[in-house]
């Protein structure tokens, strides 16, 4: 009986160290705007795949985008626009597969929560006067949310108000920041960015129209099968669920 159970615990830990030698990590290179949603996803995915491990990079998508150009090791690419990936399509045809577009967003303006500015439409908007001895945040001219911006604050007749009263941030996040720190009166970040802090609010959506769709398409970089999965599970039914849950919109396909 104590040779059977010697023999059991062998195997049991000759399968433990076989099953960790098998793990993989996937890397994803994600949008800003991502950050919160898809590290409840990744928990929800550990759960299923306890043996595969994930690592997030959060930051701008044209950074990103230049750092994958660049070699660095990441096995999916999750995009804030068509345009970085389109980019990285092109660069580095023989890495970018198994794309597709996995939700939208919208774009609003906030303010600091301590703001006495109420919920109007878009061209009511004081910017002149709200700017005048400060600034308007946004992403910077690289950064989808940035370009987002300009071409609503373009389409609305705004551009040239705004223009010399910018402050440009390295992505949406820090957008965000400035706002929710009360550095500055008015930012434009998208919905769901607006609802992870408690400390802005939304002062006016942008109309669809101004800006387009804001829509985050997805590609695995390497053949791992782990990164596959993983793109496929981001497609799925309780993806979609948190996805949703975070305020992001789901793409007809």
């Given amino acids: 009986m ?8 062998l ?20 949008a800003a705007s991502m950050t ?3 590290q409840q996803i990744g928990d929800e995915y550990k759960k299923q795949h306890p043996s595969d491990d994930l690592t997030f990079s959060f930051a701008g998508s044209s950074t990103l985008a230049k750092q994958i150009e660049q070699d660095a090791p990441a096995d999916i690419f999750i995009s804030a626009d068509e345009k970085w990936m389109d980019y990285l399509a092109e660069k580095l045809p023989e890495k970018v597969q198994n794309r597709t577009v996995l939700v939208q967003n919208e774009l609003v303006l906030i303010a600091p929560k301590s703001s006495q500015l109420a919920l109007m439409d878009i061209k009511q908007v004081p910017f002149k006067e709200l700017t005048e001895n400060s600034y308007l945040a946004v992403g910077d001219d690289n950064v989808p949310v940035g370009r987002y911006a300009k071409t609503a604050l373009t389409n609305l007749n705004l551009w040239q108000t705004v223009e010399p ?3 440009k941030a390295k992505d949406v996040r820090a957008v965000l920041t400035y706002i929710a720190r009360g550095e500055l009166p008015l930012g434009i970040v998208y919905s769901t960015d607006a609802k992870i802090s408690d400390d ?8 669809q129209e101004s800006y387009g769709k804001v ?3 997805a590609a695995t970089l390497t053949d791992k099968a782990e990164a596959k999965s993983f793109l496929d599970f ?6 979609k669920a948190l996805f949703e849950s975070a305020g992001f919109k789901p793409v007809k396909k």
Avoid: C, H, M, W
């Fill in 11 to 30: 195997f049991t830990g000759l399968f433990s160290l076989a099953s960790q030698s098998f793990a993989e990590n996937i890397t994803v290179f994600a």
């Fill in 165 to 167: 009263r910018l402050s």
């Fill in 2 to 9: 104590g040779k059977k159970l010697t023999n059991l615990l």
């Fill in 215 to 217: 829509v985050y398409p």
């Fill in 200 to 207: 802005v609010k939304v002062v006016s959506v942008f109309p």
């Fill in 36 to 38: 919160d949603v898809l």
């Fill in 234 to 239: 981001l497609s799925g039914k309780e993806a």
